[in-house]
């Protein structure tokens, strides 16, 4: 009984990587140790095992190694946020493309040592018109060949008390440079304005000229689903959701498939010889 303890442990500390991903324990010495030293325990006595018994412990064997192998080997969980449209180059996992419609990403992506799960995160949306009506183009400040909308909110900072994500982007045709931060719905109603919807995020921007001073008007909150007058510009916002991904290391799918087919053989022809 205890043979066949040591094998669904083993299997199951490797299978964990891959039902629960990302998990830091996944990388540590003791936990691929403990998945080993199972199934040498398990080994114990081989010669006087059946050979159902040996091809289960054969199959546990291959599992076991592909998990320790992810687990001492494999690059650490990685956070990927991309723009829709966008194809991100990540360092450890490689090219990532994120599909314009936020329904269309998968909540779980699997790759051959490697598994991508999708969590919500708020971005905004920007449409800005000048004086006179004509859209603007929408560019990265760093960036101005990459137009996008969206924008991703990555950095984070301490406004009135709060840790509010932040982000910035640039109007090129007018030499504007916008810097933005996103109050979600519970932080927006702590700000206490009349203005302020009840229950709604809010986006406050900064338009700064081209030494990035702040314009006169230059400062405006901006309900999420309004536009407003600042500095000149009209600035719409809507605060949407759409996913980033978890990039985690798992083990080397071909060679744990096989271990579990090997162990599946060696338990059928145990009960059933």
Aim: aromatic letters at 6%; proline letters at 6%.
């Amino acid at each position: 009984m205890l043979f066949w303890s040591f094998l669904v442990c083993a299997i199951g500390m490797t299978l964990a990587q891959d039902a629960v991903p990302g998990r830091a324990v996944y990388h540590s010495g003791w936990y691929n140790a403990l998945a080993i030293a199972l199934i040498v325990l398990a080994a114990r006595g081989l010669r006087k095992r059946t050979l159902p018994q040996k091809l289960a412990l054969a199959g546990a064997a291959l599992v076991t190694i592909s998990g320790a192998v992810s687990g001492l080997t494999g690059p650490d969980t990685q956070l990927v946020i991309g723009a829709p449209g966008a194809t991100i180059d990540t360092r450890d996992y490689g090219s990532v493309a994120f599909p314009i419609d936020a329904a269309a990403v998968p909540q779980r992506r699997y790759g051959l040592a490697s598994i991508f799960v999708a969590h919500p995160r708020e971005v905004v949306h920007v449409s800005v018109t000048d004086a006179g009506g004509n859209h603007l183009t929408v560019t990265q400040p760093s960036n101005s060949t990459f137009l996008s909308p969206v924008l991703m909110m990555q950095q984070t900072a301490r406004v009135a008390n709060m840790d509010v994500l932040t982000d910035e982007f640039a109007l090129p045709a007018v030499s504007r440079s916008v810097k933005v931060v996103l109050f979600s719905a519970s932080q927006a109603a702590f700000l206490r304005r009349a203005d302020m919807p009840a229950g709604k995020p809010a986006a406050l921007f900064d338009v700064t000229d081209a030494k990035g001073r702040t314009l006169p008007d230059g400062l405006g909150l901006v309900p999420s689903g309004e536009s407003k007058t600042i500095a000149g510009l009209t600035i719409a916002a809507d605060v949407q959701t759409y996913p980033a991904l978890d990039a985690s290391s798992a083990p080397f799918l071909p060679l744990t498939a096989a271990g579990l087919l090997l162990f599946g053989l060696g338990v059928s022809r145990n009960r059933f010889r």
